[in-house]
């Protein structure tokens, strides 16, 4: 017989695999724990809707449909106060000193007043590609002075720790 592509491949004999051990568990296992019956719950019921709710929910909805245009209203005066303050100095520092007046009053943490002066920082080189240059002026002034305060709220908060540590 000639050589074909079927008779040049040789077969190795097929080896008995080797006898398996028993597995032995890892850990001793302890036998299981026979459970003591418990009367079944009957699922809870919904309590009863009394006029009390249903009048509270719906003074709630009337209190909120009455204030829809202050949520609308809102973003127009806060692009309003930006822009005022953008090409006012004199308004941004005013604006400034509100914020830095209404943090101690309230008690604020640093971490607002850096997360404002970032924000800003960020808009500065957007301001000087818009090629405004007196904007990113006004920005940066008001980037230092929120960083500045936020240092000396760190400061001050971090003195108040160390005090109710010792």
Known sequence: ??????????????????????QLPSRPVAPPIARSRQPKQEPRSRPARTRL??????????????????????????AAVALGAAYSGVFGQFLIAFYI?????????????F????????TIP???G???PIIAQNVA???FELLAFGTAQAVWEQRKIDKTAN
């Open 101 to 113: 007046a209404f943090a101690v009053v309230t008690r604020r943490t640093s971490q607002l007043s």
């Open 53 to 78: 709710s249903v009048q509270a929910k719906t003074r709630r909805t009337r209190r909120v449909s009455k204030r829809w245009w202050l949520e609308i209203g809102q973003y127009p005066l806060i």
């Open 126 to 128: 957007l301001f000087q």
């Open 141 to 143: 002034t008001y980037v």
């Open 115 to 122: 997360g404002a002066a970032v924000f800003l920082l960020v």
């Open 1 to 22: 017989m000639g050589r074909g592509i079927g008779t040049d491949i040789v077969r190795r004999p097929q080896q008995p695999a080797a006898p398996s051990l028993p």
């Open 130 to 132: 818009l090629n405004q």
